[in-house]
Antibody
C-alpha cells in the first residue's frame, strides 16, 4: 500500500524559513517523480514543485520560484521542500504527491494527508 | 483565478447523471491529457480519472471522462450520496512548464 506522510508544517513568521518532509513507502521510491501541491484554506489546488526520479529535473510554480527548493533522498525514501522568505500567501495545506512516471510528466496518482503551514506574525 | 475553468457548483438527485466541464487552452488541455481528482470533505485529493478517460483500479465505472480540443468533462452516472465532493480537473501546461488545475466544482447530491 502506497503511503505518503508529510511533516514539518507549523506556524512561522513572514520572511522566515521552514522545511517540509514527506516519507514514502509501499512503492519503489526511486522509480517515480514526486511533487508538492498546496491548498490554501477554502481554496483550490495549486501545484508547487516537482522533481524527477534522479533529481535531474526540477520544476517550480512561478509563485514560489527562487524561494522554494525541492529535493529528495532516494536512500531514505524521502521528499523535501525547503521554503525561504515565506509570505502570508504561502499559508496552505501542503500535499506530497507521487508522480505517475519517472520524469516530470503525467499525473498525481497518490497523495498524502498534508501538513499545514501558517505564515503569520 | 485558475488556468482551467470549471463551474463552481453542480448538483443532482440520487440516480441522476451529472457532468462537470473543464475548459483550458492550447498549452494545457489542447496538448496534454486531462486528469480528474475527487476530494471528499476533509480528506486529501484522490485520482479519479487519468489520461482523459482512464479509471484507476477501484474507481467505479459510474465515473467517466472525455476530452475534445481544449475542453474536457467528467460524467457521473447513477449519482450516489457518497459522490458529494469537490472535483478538480488538472493537466500539464507546456507554457508554464508545470501543472495547472481548475478551481474545483462542488457537487451536491440533493
Amino acid at each position: 500500500e502506497v503511503q505518503l506522510v508529510e511533516s514539518g508544517g507549523g506556524l512561522v513568521q513572514p520572511g522566515r524559513s521552514l522545511r517540509l518532509s514527506c516519507a514514502a513507502s509501499g512503492f519503489k521510491f526511486d522509480d517515480y517523480a514526486m511533487h508538492w501541491v498546496r491548498q490554501a484554506p477554502g481554496k483550490g489546488l495549486e501545484w508547487v514543485s516537482g522533481i524527477s526520479w534522479n533529481s535531474g529535473s526540477k520544476g517550480y510554480a512561478d509563485s514560489v520560484k527562487g524561494r522554494f527548493t525541492i529535493s529528495r533522498d532516494n536512500a531514505k525514501n524521502s521528499l523535501y521542500l525547503q521554503m525561504n522568505s515565506l509570505r502570508a500567501e504561502d499559508t496552505a495545506l501542503y500535499y506530497c504527491a507521487k508522480g505517475s512516471g519517472t520524469y516530470l510528466r503525467g499525473y498525481f496518482d497518490y497523495w498524502g494527508q498534508g501538513t499545514l503551514l501558517t505564515v503569520s506574525s | 483565478q485558475s488556468v482551467l475553468t470549471q463551474p463552481p457548483s453542480a448538483s443532482g438527485t440520487p440516480g441522476q447523471r451529472v457532468t462537470v466541464s473543464c475548459s483550458g487552452g492550447s498549452s494545457n488541455i489542447g496538448s496534454n491529457t486531462v486528469n480528474w481528482y475527487q476530494q471528499l470533505p476533509g480528506t486529501a485529493p484522490k485520482l479519479l480519472i487519468y489520461s482523459n478517460n482512464q479509471r484507476p483500479s477501484g474507481v467505479p465505472d459510474r465515473f467517466s471522462g472525455s476530452k475534445s480540443g481544449t475542453s474536457a468533462s467528467l460524467a457521473i452516472s447513477g449519482l450516489q450520496s457518497e459522490d458529494e465532493a469537490d472535483y478538480y480537473c488538472g493537466a500539464r501546461d507546456d507554457s508554464l512548464n508545470g501543472w495547472v488545475f481548475g478551481g474545483g466544482t462542488k457537487l451536491t447530491v440533493l
